[in-house]
């Protein structure tokens, strides 16, 4: 009897151990899960914070490309302008340089006196 006896002890002892190895590799299974869906959470919200700074990348580009297309505007009306003095300035009779508090006699627009 102390065969039967040692041998349902033992059984007993050892279905004790599987159960707890099951308990264990359960148990470290739902650890890993639950370390498995805060990696997952985090790489959601970095995709969020990638998704929100792609959306503001994109609106700083078209309000870079619109300040860009105001710039080209501005050069072209100032290249006009620029253009348009110089024209202005070729008309004007060239007069020489007269110092501070010179006094000038009367001449005509052709220089001579009158």
């Known amino acids: 009897m102390d065969a039967a006896v040692?041998?349902?002890?033992?059984?007993?002892?050892?279905?004790?151990?599987?159960?707890?190895?099951?308990?264990?590799?359960?148990?470290?299974?739902?650890?890993?899960?639950?370390q498995l869906n805060q990696r997952v959470r985090a790489v959601e919200e970095k995709q969020k914070d990638h998704g929100t700074l792609a959306t503001s990348v994109t609106r700083l580009e078209t309000e870079?490309?619109?300040?860009?297309?105001?710039?080209?505007?501005?050069?072209?009306?100032?290249?006009?302008?620029r253009n348009e003095l110089r024209a202005e300035v070729r008309q004007r009779p060239q007069r020489?340089?007269?110092?501070?508090?010179?006094?000038?006699?009367?001449?005509d627009e052709w220089g001579l006196r009158a």
């Open 6 to 34: 040692t041998v349902s002890v033992g059984s007993i002892v050892a279905f004790v151990g599987f159960l707890l190895q099951v308990g264990l590799t359960i148990g470290a299974i739902a650890s890993s899960h639950g």
């Open 64 to 81: 870079m490309e619109s300040v860009g297309r105001e710039i080209k505007g501005l050069r072209d009306d100032l290249r006009i302008v």
């Open 96 to 107: 020489g340089y007269t110092p501070p508090g010179w006094v000038e006699d009367e001449r």
